[in-house]
């Protein structure tokens, strides 16, 4: 083992500034040659090492353990060159651990000063040892850098030794073991005052400019290390704190200009950032309203997906619907034609009717009018001759008088007295062709009935088939009104009215009427529960029934009317009347509407009331003497037509209200009254009878052509008619007749010819008031 020289410690002096009771202690270099062995280390702190080395710890801000530097340096000891390498540590073990060691008593200095004394006095005369006051303030610099760096060096090569010597050194700060026996690790102390002052310092320093401290540190630090390398000994009492100094003076020489502040400068860099909040307000704000927009449409959807959960349910119920009227409209397809043929039956059997009774009329009017103008020849020429009547001419007429005494018995039997000749229908068929039609007819409705027989109820009942449409308006009103059900309804439902209304003659009196059918009231609980369901304006479902009339109801009865119907009989009128009015006004296509089924409708009325009077009028004109005979030929039959064409006046005039006035006056007063029965009754015998006639005439007449109570002249159409009744009434007051006359004046006042009548009163001298209360 080499023999370790005795180490000898110099007492360090106390200065006032450490009385606080915190001990700095002492570096001590541990100097080694460059062999290895053991050299006479240089007692004694080295302060210009210490504090050169604290600017470059921190400013490579190494981790706490231990630090070493190492510096090689040449001296000439009597003039030879010897090198020796000097190891310095940096180690804050022996920075805050082993600064006791140079307080350490007189008696062990004194000892250690005997024993290095030749060492001493060698480095003497090249190293200036420095004094106590320049060792003072460069350990207050080390421990202010090192309250900087902040950090606990750890030894990891001997952890236990330097916990157990920290121990030891807590237990006897007096105890201090050899450097080379022990390292100590240190653990934070209590900061005092000072240390606190100075952390806050250095810390306002690195805030500031800790670029150009840790540049200036760099430079310190390397200016020591080129110092300590040359050796200049010279330099050792350079006072360290010259660049400390320089360094803050050098910090706070730099001055920064700002540029000038007024008003409007802060008044427009208020109005430039207020801009901006408001441009960045804006956006948010836009961004918030998308965000909102999202939300709602989120939801909407969540709604519908919840809505739509039963798909499949809807699926099944779409695609059944979709079967069902598939097969609704194949088996309606199917049917139509079997329909349409039953239709066809029928209108050729009901026509082949009507067609027979009016030529039947039409021959018996013929004949009857050739008979009498042969009776009447025959009596010009000779009076003694007999007449040779024509077989089937004997026969027709048989058959006509043997028709009108049945209905004359009839009406006995009833107790109808007043019933003129020529007023009735004629319409009674043979017992053999009255059984032929009824089986005609039988066979029909059988076939009819038997049309869906082999189908379902929900093909075939039209309110099964509007109960299947009704759900799928309840379920999924949307689709069902995208759909247009409302226009195909009519069009589904046509065919299965059709059958319905082949046994429907509205020709025919106590026939059903239209509102009583089992589908106009299917179709009106269907509208009823669209409105209950819906408050739409504009609901097609309103006009189903409407459609259903024109497109179904309104053609049946206008083939009626023009193929089938007698203007002449009294019954089929009043009867088509009634359903028609039904039709066309109650039920009837939207105000102001003008549809064309309707539109022919009336046409047909029109033109079989013109055929009528131009086929079926017929007033012949007899000489008097020949018909003033009541119970002859000429006269029966003059009186038959008058009235025959009196009925069809009449009947024309019950359209009131349904054709337009200025067709009832054309027909009824133009073509009619003035050019057949004014003529007759100009032609007759006067008296009571021509006042009945023109009594009758009066009735007919439509009241609401005479409403006006400021209307003192009648209708223009009258003229004729008027100057009649006045003629009349001067032939009846010169005569025996003033009952007549009366009457007379009494229709005058209806047709509101007030004028004629009041001179016609004042030239007979009669009461006027008590003729008005009659009136």
């Known amino acids: 083992m080499a023999h370790r020289p005795q180490?000898?410690?110099?007492?360090?002096?106390?200065?006032?500034?450490?009385?606080?009771?915190?001990?700095?202690?002492?570096?001590?270099?541990?100097?080694?040659?460059?062999?290895?062995?053991?050299?006479?280390?240089?007692?004694?702190?080295?302060?210009?090492?210490?504090?050169?080395?604290?600017?470059?710890?921190?400013?490579?801000?190494?981790?706490?353990?231990?630090?070493?530097?190492?510096?090689?340096?040449?001296?000439?000891?009597?003039?030879?060159?010897?090198?020796?390498?000097?190891?310095?540590?940096?180690?804050?073990?022996?920075?805050?651990?082993?600064?006791?060691?140079?307080?350490?008593?007189?008696?062990?200095?004194?000892?250690?000063?005997?024993?290095?004394?030749?060492?001493?006095?060698?480095?003497?005369?090249?190293?200036?040892?420095?004094?106590?006051?320049?060792?003072?303030?460069?350990?207050?610099?080390?421990?202010?850098?090192?309250?900087?760096?902040?950090?606990?060096?750890?030894?990891?090569?001997?952890?236990?030794?330097?916990?157990?010597?920290?121990?030891?050194?807590?237990?006897?700060?007096?105890?201090?073991?050899?450097?080379?026996?022990?390292?100590?690790?240190?653990?934070?102390?209590?900061?005092?005052?000072?240390?606190?002052?100075?952390?806050?310092?250095?810390?306002?320093?690195?805030?500031?400019?800790?670029?150009?401290?840790?540049?200036?540190?760099?430079?310190?630090?390397?200016?020591?290390?080129?110092?300590?390398?040359?050796?200049?000994?010279?330099?050792?009492?350079?006072?360290?704190?010259?660049?400390?100094?320089?360094?803050?003076?050098?910090?706070?020489?730099?001055?920064?200009?700002?540029?000038?502040?007024?008003?409007?400068?802060?008044?427009?860099?208020?109005?430039?950032?207020?801009?901006?909040?408001?441009?960045?307000?804006?956006?948010?704000?836009?961004?918030?309203?998308?965000?909102?927009?999202?939300?709602?449409?989120?939801?909407?959807?969540?709604?519908?997906?919840?809505?739509?959960?039963?798909?499949?349910?809807?699926?099944?119920?779409?695609?059944?619907?979709?079967?069902?009227?598939?097969?609704?409209?194949?088996?309606?397809?199917?049917?139509?034609?079997?329909?349409?043929?039953?239709?066809?039956?029928?209108?050729?059997?009901?026509?082949?009717?009507?067609?027979?009774?009016?030529?039947?009329?039409?021959?018996?009017?013929?004949?009857?009018?050739?008979?009498?103008?042969?009776?009447?020849?025959?009596?010009?020429?000779?009076?003694?001759?007999?007449?040779?009547?024509?077989?089937?001419?004997?026969?027709?007429?048989?058959?006509?008088?043997?028709?009108?005494?049945?209905?004359?018995?009839?009406?006995?039997?009833?107790?109808?007295?007043?019933?003129?000749?020529?007023?009735?229908?004629?319409?009674?068929?043979p017992s053999t062709e009255m059984t032929d039609f009824q089986k005609n007819q039988g066979d029909i409705l059988q076939d009819h009935e038997q049309v869906f027989e082999d189908v379902d109820d929900d093909f075939c009942k039209i309110q099964n088939i509007l109960l299947k449409f009704q759900e799928w308006r309840e379920k999924f009103p949307d689709s069902y009104y995208d759909a247009f059900i409302g226009l195909c309804i009519p069009k589904l439902l046509n065919p299965l009215i059709r059958v319905q209304l082949i046994d429907w003659n509205p020709l025919k009196l106590g026939s059903t009427g239209v509102k009583q059918m089992s589908w106009f009231t299917s179709i009106e609980e269907f509208i009823d529960s669209s409105v209950e369901d819906t408050k739409k304006d504009n609901n097609p479902d309103k006009k189903i029934l409407s459609t259903v009339i024109n497109k179904t109801i309104i053609p049946r009865l206008t083939d009626f009317i023009e193929f089938i119907w007698d203007p002449l009989s009294t019954s089929q009128t009043t009867s088509l009347i009634t359903h028609c009015r039904v039709i066309l006004e109650e039920h009837s296509t939207w105000k102001n509407e003008v549809s064309k089924s309707k539109q022919d409708l009336l046409k047909s009325i029109v033109s079989s009331m013109k055929k009528a009077i131009e086929d079926d009028v017929f007033i012949p004109l007899y000489p008097k003497s020949t018909i003033e005979d009541k119970t002859s030929a000429y006269s029966k039959f003059q009186e038959r037509q008058f009235w025959s064409a009196l009925k069809l006046f009449c009947n024309i005039l019950l359209w009131n209200g349904l054709l337009p006035d200025d067709t009832l006056k054309e027909l009824g007063l133009g073509k009619l009254l003035n050019r057949y029965l004014i003529i007759a009754l100009l032609h007759a015998i006067p008296g009571p009878d021509v006042v009945k006639k023109c009594s009758q005439i009066a009735a007919c007449l439509p009241e609401k052509w005479f409403e006006n109570p400021a209307m003192r002249t009648s209708i223009p159409q009258m003229e004729h008619f008027i100057q009649f009744l006045l003629q009349s009434a001067h032939n009846f007051s010169r005569s025996e007749f003033s009952n007549e006359v009366k009457e007379i004046i009494l229709i005058l006042m209806k047709i509101k010819a007030l004028n004629q009548a009041e001179s016609l009163i004042e030239e007979d001298h009669l009461d006027l008031k008590s003729l008005i209360k009659e009136v």
Request: with cysteine.
């Open 7 to 429: 180490r000898t410690f110099r007492r360090r002096k106390v200065d006032s500034s450490d009385s606080d009771g915190d001990q700095d202690p002492s570096a001590e270099p541990e100097a080694q040659t460059e062999q290895g062995s053991p050299g006479s280390p240089e007692e004694g702190p080295l302060p210009g090492v210490r504090s050169e080395v604290a600017g470059p710890q921190r400013r490579a801000r190494v981790p706490r353990g231990r630090g070493r530097v190492w510096a090689s340096s040449r001296r000439t000891d009597g003039g030879s060159g010897v090198p020796e390498s000097r190891r310095v540590d940096l180690s804050t073990d022996e920075e805050d651990g082993t600064h006791h060691s140079s307080e350490s008593k007189d008696d062990q200095s004194s000892s250690s000063d005997s024993s290095s004394s030749l060492e001493e006095r060698k480095f003497s005369s090249v190293v200036k040892i420095p004094d106590a006051a320049f060792i003072q303030t460069a350990r207050r610099k080390r421990e202010l850098a090192r309250v900087q760096d902040d950090y606990i060096p750890l030894d990891l090569k001997h952890p236990s030794t330097s916990s157990a010597m920290k121990r030891s050194s807590d237990e006897d700060p007096e105890s201090e073991p050899d450097d080379h026996d022990k390292r100590i690790l240190f653990t934070p102390k209590p900061q005092t005052l000072r240390q606190r002052i100075a952390e806050e310092i250095a810390s306002r320093n690195e805030e500031t400019s800790e670029k150009s401290q840790e540049d200036e540190n760099q430079d310190i630090w390397e200016q020591q290390q080129m110092t300590k390398a040359v050796k200049i000994t010279e330099g050792r009492d350079i006072d360290l704190s010259y660049s400390s100094d320089s360094l803050t003076v050098k910090k706070f020489a730099i001055s920064i200009s700002f540029p000038p502040v007024n008003l409007e400068i802060i008044k427009k860099q208020l109005h430039t950032r207020l801009t901006l909040l408001q441009n960045t307000h804006r956006s948010h704000q836009r961004e918030y309203e998308r965000y909102v927009e999202d939300i709602k449409s989120s939801k909407s959807t969540i709604q519908n997906l919840e809505s739509s959960s039963n798909q499949a349910l809807n699926y099944k119920f779409y695609k059944s619907m979709k079967i069902y009227v598939e097969n609704l409209i194949d088996c309606l397809n199917e049917k139509i034609i079997h329909i349409q043929e039953i239709e066809s039956s029928m209108h050729a059997l009901l026509l082949k009717q009507a067609m027979t009774l009016m030529k039947r009329r039409q021959d018996e009017l013929k004949h009857e009018s050739t008979y009498l103008q042969q009776l009447s020849r025959k009596a010009e020429t000779s009076t003694n001759g007999s007449l040779t009547v024509d077989e089937n001419t004997q026969r027709i007429l048989e058959e006509v008088e043997s028709r009108r005494s049945k209905r004359r018995q009839a009406r006995t039997f009833t107790g109808n007295c007043n019933h003129q000749e020529g007023t009735s229908s004629d319409d009674e068929l």
